[in-house]
């Protein structure tokens, strides 16, 4: 009987090295800018009691949380009943009380209440770790994916806001992206509209519509939001709001004409006008910053600021978001603490990157020289100078004594090593060694200090 063929789990994938040096290039460089920051790293378990998880995604996704079964026997617990119906949401509570991680943010409100006496406010914390959904896999989505967050806690200051702004504008100018917007908006803002045309009940109808303003068009707008019960009056005043023009300051003061009657729009025009007045201290390397009042990423999440970040160099979906949310802790009785965090969206970054070849080339991440000898008295020659070469920090490895010279040579060529010692009888009477760089084709005799100094060094 044929063996089985081994693959995957649907929906996820293996890193090679070539990819892992890639990924690891993008999550060092962001990591560093967060720690820059102040910010600090933590991690939480792969899996959380389910009683954490579900509820806090809705409706939709409870249905894309990953359960674990429970170990043992775990259907001779459920009632003989239960089991007839063939029903299993009757019997998820009974056979399963953890499952997978849906993100990194609620995991993060669950740490800050249980860690709470221990942890300094405001609490600046990154993570990237991997977080799983059932979803239906395609090109781009997986079930298995990593997320890159940072979030603060405990202060209501919109110098967060401005520091993100910053985070995202170092650590993507560190990546070698070029041309990128930072796109910000505020719920209040979005709140003041609704307000304003006498429809506050429908803020996610009004939102969802302008949100399609660039797709369909302020036709494609009116149209839907005709569908909604918006009336033509409310069309007239929307209008000027949904085509502001001009730069940030402008469009500001436009909007505080437009939302002169709401207060909480109001508010939100002094939110944003506050982060743009933190940003003057700052010089950005590479980044737009564009107010956009069609933005309205996680409306029933967020509570003030939001942002998106966007790619001007390759067709792409967002590469980052964000924003504050007043209540993060409250789902776990812990009230009244607020947060702002933002995501970098890795594996679109990784995306880009690939598609501008900004990646630093791999060479400099693999082993620097390989020591070939021709015998196995060769080999013992060697060994006390492959651990003078480890010990000056050098990547070395020594090919096991055995194989054919071109067969060693083969293998430096396939990993990308770059230069090769070649160790053979003449070698080892004279102490001047065969160095090799496999470039260029070059060789010379040097001796073990020559090459360690000159491998140490670069």
């Known amino acids: 009987m ?183 908006n505020n719920r209040k803002i979005l709140s003041g509209i609704a307000e304003v045309i006498d429809k506050p009940d429908q803020i996610i109808d009004l939102t969802v519509a302008i949100d399609k303003l660039d797709k369909i068009g302020l036709d494609g707008v009116i149209k839907e939001l005709n569908e909604k019960g918006f009336t033509d009056a409310d069309i007239r005043k929307l209008k000027p709001v949904i085509l502001l023009e001009g730069s940030n300051i402008e469009k500001l003061e436009s909007l505080r004409k437009a939302l002169s009657t709401s207060t909480v729009g109001l508010k939100g025009c002094d939110e944003i006008e506050s982060i743009f007045k933190y940003l003057e201290s700052f010089k950005l390397i590479r980044a737009t910053v564009e107010l956009d009042i069609t933005l309205a990423r996680g409306l029933n999440y967020y509570t003030g600021a939001i942002f998106e970040v966007k790619t001007n160099e390759v067709a792409m979906g967002s590469i980052g978001g964000g924003g504050r949310y007043d209540d993060l802790t409250g789902m776990f009785g812990l009230k009244g603490l607020t947060g702002a965090g933002i995501s970098f969206g890795a594996d679109r970054i990784y995306d880009v990157m690939d598609e501008l070849k900004l990646f630093p080339d791999a060479a400099g991440q693999t082993t620097q020289v390989l020591i070939c000898c021709f015998d196995k008295d060769g080999e013992t020659y060697a060994l006390p100078f492959l651990q003078q070469l480890r010990s000056r920090e050098v990547r070395a490895e020594l090919y096991p004594a055995g194989a054919k010279i071109k067969k060693q040579l083969d293998y430096a060529n396939d990993k990308l090593i770059p230069y090769v010692i070649v160790i053979g009888s003449d070698e080892m009477e004279s102490g001047m060694l065969t160095f090799k760089n496999m470039l260029t084709g070059e060789q010379e005799k040097l001796s073990t200090e020559m090459i360690v100094a000159m491998l140490s060094e670069g």
Request: proline share 4%; charged share 30%.
């Open 2 to 184: 044929a063996a089985n063929k081994p693959s995957t789990p649907k929906g996820t994938r293996d890193f090679s090295p070539t990819e892992m040096v890639k990924r690891n290039h993008i999550f060092d460089t962001i990591k560093s800018v967060f720690r820059k920051y102040g910010y600090q790293q933590i991690e939480t378990p792969a899996m959380e009691n389910l009683s954490t998880l579900m509820g806090k995604y809705g409706d939709e996704g409870d249905k894309l949380i990953f359960k674990i079964l429970n170990s043992g026997d775990y259907l001779s617990k459920v009632d003989a009943e239960k089991l007839t119906t063939h029903n299993s949401q009757l019997i998820t509570k009974d056979i399963s009380e953890k499952a997978l991680r849906y993100d990194l943010t609620v995991p993060f409100a669950r740490y800050v209440v249980m860690h709470q006496h221990e942890i300094t406010m405001p609490f600046k914390r990154f993570q990237v770790q991997p977080v799983w959904r059932a979803d239906r896999p395609q090109k781009g989505r997986y079930r298995e994916f990593y997320q890159c967050d940072a979030d603060v806690v405990g202060s209501d200051s919109l110098l967060n806001e401005a520091e993100f702004i910053l985070i995202y504008d170092e650590a993507l100018s560190n990546l070698g992206l070029k041309d990128f917007t930072i796109k910000i």
